[in-house]
């Protein structure tokens, strides 16, 4: 199981280093570090989406959206970006961080700790993302998330509905929203029961090992299944995707503190 450094350290045949500091003027070893400075931030975002059913729905919609022309960048040779690939790398950042003053902080805090300006540390962030998005999308589906991610790439919007309706074995559309910011019906009852949202009605059971049970696992508590199982791989694989969030470098706690002061407001607002 990879995880973001190492994500990074394959794309583009390994090359990503090389690649970044001719598109940007500076040295190879100057471009790792503006990488190694800015992967806390997108494993500290990412983390924080998998917490919620809207932060993993956000998340695997990415991937579905963005993610197939995301890793024809992170697996190319890396000669430029192309500029629908920069715009995706800048709607990935919205989604990690909430806005363009939160994506222009996280910019700032790590050009202090890569020693480059915090102009040219803006510029390379959405490139930065859009190998991190194809790197992660590749990941998942090779930990066995293809099919899932291709339902909803096929499903256009509604595609996210349908598939995790079919996976809790029920309809997982439009549902009224939950105290505590969690969607209502099924999914949303099975979520405020794992995240502590409310009090969830009686609903029909998900089958075992349904995304439930999946998320319940992801997340430290709620439902359980009824009866033992065999794998599931779609449990396994968004237990991997999860695991490709983590940074894999020690953080220093002054960035991380940094890093939790800048993009604690939006989380609280979620």
Known sequence: MMNLIEI???????????????????APEQAQRAVQAVLPAFSLGLQQQAETLEGWSNIL???????QGS????????????DHLEEQGQTALGALFGSPEASGAVAAQAAQFAGLPASLMQQMLPVIAT???????????NNGLGGLLGQMMQGGAGGLGSVLGGL???????????????????????LGSILGGGQPQPQPQPQAGGLGGILGSLLGGGAQPQAPQGPDPVAAG??????????GQQV????????QQILGPFTQRR
Request: glycine residues 20%.
């Open 8 to 26: 990074m350290q394959a794309a583009q045949g390994g090359q990503a280093y090389d690649n970044l500091a001719r598109q940007f003027g500076i």
């Open 61 to 67: 919609s990415g991937l579905a959206s963005q993610g």
């Open 71 to 82: 890793q024809e960048f992170y697996d190319s040779d890396g000669d430029g970006i192309p």
């Open 131 to 141: 190998m991190v998005l194809g790197g992660l999308f590749k990941g998942a589906a």
């Open 168 to 190: 809790l074995g029920g309809q997982a559309s439009a549902p009224p929203p939950m105290p505590g910011g969690v969607s209502g019906g099924m999914f949303g009852n099975i």
């Open 238 to 247: 968004l237990d991997a995707l999860k695991g490709m969030f983590q940074t």
């Open 252 to 259: 220093q706690n002054a960035q991380l503190d940094a890093l």
